[in-house]
């Protein structure tokens, strides 16, 4: 096969599957709580409801978190940030990481047909793009992390208000429309901080009320934030599965067998969800009969998309190959979608990567080695959260 056609291919497929990672379909299917193709439609109703109803409740818990831009963490919060950790915390999804990326991944609506756990979009400043986004409750109100006016930081705010009345852009859905039903939508909690901000103490005063009410919303979502899933920051996974060739070896394509044993870490120091790891990846490949044991730092770029890269050590043909060269390995992990249980999280992963002898000197042919040494793997990885 022509090394060019080889480049497009992989670049086609890379290209595919992280459009679709980050910019996903709205939510009717591939989250844990989803109803199934089969359901009748009052199960997908009932299922679609309550999916809205946990992701308003896990947004309650971060009142009072102030506004950082670019943060994803109760140290700080930006609009985005903010929905994409009530969305991750309730049903263990990532969200499209800006306003403006939210924007062209929810399905229009009006208004008048929003429903509690909808997106309410603005434009703030003298920009026409999307610069802005709340979780929307019912009644005109919504939840959102702002970064400015009186009160910044999450909170509740309305769309009947001056500011927001002039910068509204539109409403959104991620979720199919349930049947009518609502939810607190946090007038009382609002009036009570206005009548704080007269006293001279706003800042004290709405800090310890909402302190308190994310208090009392957390008893309402223990039990899933305390799931045998884990909700540490480390996590320890495993997976397998088949090798596939890019290039037959007379007439072969199935490379052999691999596996992996990954330990991570979760940070957000970039200002976003990341993992950091040290992944041993077993091989066996069956087509020269050779036994690999790759050792790579892996990157998690976001829920989605990994990268990884280190030394090859082999059995069957020495760590150092002749010609002054040495093995290496490096390659992108993409899981399009995963499914939370108590035993942990099942995710279906696909993953190209690179295993060659590298040599220096002007006799290496890059364009060779890839056509020789690009191999894609599908499998199944299980994810287990460790720590509090």
Same mark, same amino acid.
């Given at each position: 096969? /022509?090394?060019?056609?080889?480049?497009?291919?992989?670049?086609?497929?890379?290209?595919? *599957?992280?459009?679709?990672?980050?910019?996903?379909?709205?939510?009717?299917?591939?989250?844990?709580?989803?109803?199934?193709a089969s359901a009748s439609?009052?199960?997908?109703?009932?299922?679609?409801?309550?999916?809205?109803?946990?992701?308003?409740?896990?947004?309650?818990?971060?009142?009072?978190?102030?506004?950082?831009?670019?943060?994803?963490?109760?140290?700080?919060?930006?609009? $985005?940030?903010?929905?994409?950790?009530?969305?991750?915390?309730?049903?263990?999804?990532?969200?499209?990481?800006?306003?403006?990326?939210?924007?062209?991944?929810?399905?229009?609506?009006?208004?008048?047909?929003?429903?509690?756990?909808?997106?309410? +979009?603005?434009?703030?400043?003298?920009?026409?793009?999307?610069?802005?986004?709340?979780? !929307?409750?019912?009644?005109?109100?919504?939840?959102?992390?702002?970064?400015a006016g009186s009160q910044?930081?999450?909170? !509740?705010?309305?769309?009947?208000?001056?500011?927001?009345?002039?910068?509204?852009?539109?409403?959104?859905?991620? *979720?199919?429309?349930?049947?009518?039903?609502?939810?607190?939508?946090?007038?009382?909690?609002?009036?009570?901080?206005?009548?704080?901000?007269?006293?001279?103490?706003?800042?004290?005063?709405?800090?310890?009320?909402?302190?308190?009410?994310?208090?009392?919303?957390?008893?309402?979502?223990?039990?899933?934030?305390?799931?045998?899933?884990?909700?540490?920051?480390?996590? +320890?996974?495993? #997976?397998?599965?088949?090798?596939?060739?890019?290039?037959?070896?007379?007439?072969?394509?199935?490379?052999?067998?691999?596996?992996?044993? #990954?330990?991570?870490?979760?940070?957000?120091?970039?200002?976003?969800?990341?993992?950091?790891?040290?992944?041993?990846? /077993?091989?066996?490949?069956?087509?020269?009969?050779?036994?690999?044991?790759?050792?790579?730092?892996?990157?998690?770029?976001?829920?989605?998309?990994?990268?990884?890269?280190?030394?090859?050590?082999?059995?069957?043909?020495?760590?150092?190959?002749?010609?002054?060269?040495?093995?290496?390995?490096?390659?992108?992990?993409?899981?399009?979608?995963?499914?939370?249980?108590?035993?942990?999280?099942?995710?279906?992963?696909?993953?190209? $990567?690179?295993? #060659?002898? +590298?040599?220096?000197?002007?006799? !290496?042919?890059?364009?060779?080695?890839?056509?020789?040494?690009?191999?894609?793997?599908?499998?199944?990885?299980?994810?287990?959260?460790?720590? #509090?």
């Open positions: 096969m /022509p090394i060019k056609l080889i480049v497009k291919v992989f670049i086609s497929v890379l290209l595919f *599957f992280c459009t679709y990672g980050l910019f996903a379909s709205p939510l009717e299917s591939g989250y844990a709580l989803a109803p199934r439609q009052e199960e997908k109703d009932l299922a679609y409801r309550n999916a809205r109803i946990r992701v308003v409740e896990a947004s309650r818990k971060y009142l009072g978190v102030p506004y950082r831009y670019g943060g994803m963490s109760t140290a700080g919060l930006d609009c $985005s940030g903010f929905l994409g950790l009530a969305f991750n915390d309730a049903l263990g999804v990532s969200l499209p990481r800006s306003a403006s990326a939210l924007y062209s991944w929810t399905v229009r609506i009006p208004i008048e047909r929003a429903q509690p756990g909808d997106f309410v +979009f603005f434009r703030t400043g003298n920009t026409s793009s999307i610069t802005h986004v709340g979780l !929307y409750l019912g009644d005109r109100r919504f939840i959102h992390a702002a970064s910044t930081g999450v909170i !509740y705010s309305s769309l009947d208000e001056q500011y927001y009345v002039n910068t509204y852009a539109g409403a959104g859905r991620a *979720f199919p429309e349930s049947a009518p039903f609502s939810v607190d939508t946090g007038s009382t909690n609002t009036a009570a901080a206005r009548n704080n901000s007269s006293s001279g103490n706003s800042a004290a005063s709405n800090t310890a009320s909402n302190r308190q009410t994310r208090t009392a919303e957390q008893s309402n979502t223990n039990n899933r934030n305390n799931s045998n899933t884990g909700s540490g920051p480390f996590l +320890f996974g495993v #997976s397998a599965a088949p090798i596939w060739l890019t290039v037959s070896n007379e007439g072969v394509v199935f490379g052999g067998f691999s596996a992996q044993v #990954s330990f991570a870490v979760q940070t957000d120091f970039l200002g976003s969800k990341m993992s950091i790891g040290l992944d041993v990846r /077993p091989e066996f490949d069956s087509y020269n009969s050779v036994f690999y044991l790759p050792v790579t730092l892996s990157l998690g770029l976001n829920e989605y998309i990994s990268i990884f890269g280190g030394p090859v050590f082999s059995f069957g043909n020495p760590l150092f190959v002749p010609d002054n060269g040495f093995y290496y390995y490096f390659g992108m992990t993409i899981t399009p979608v995963s499914f939370k249980t108590n035993a942990g999280e099942f995710s279906p992963y696909f993953q190209a $990567s690179m295993q #060659s002898d +590298f040599k220096y000197g002007s006799d !290496y042919d890059f364009a060779a080695d890839i056509s020789k040494n690009l191999r894609f793997t599908t499998g199944v990885r299980w994810v287990m959260r460790l720590g #509090s």
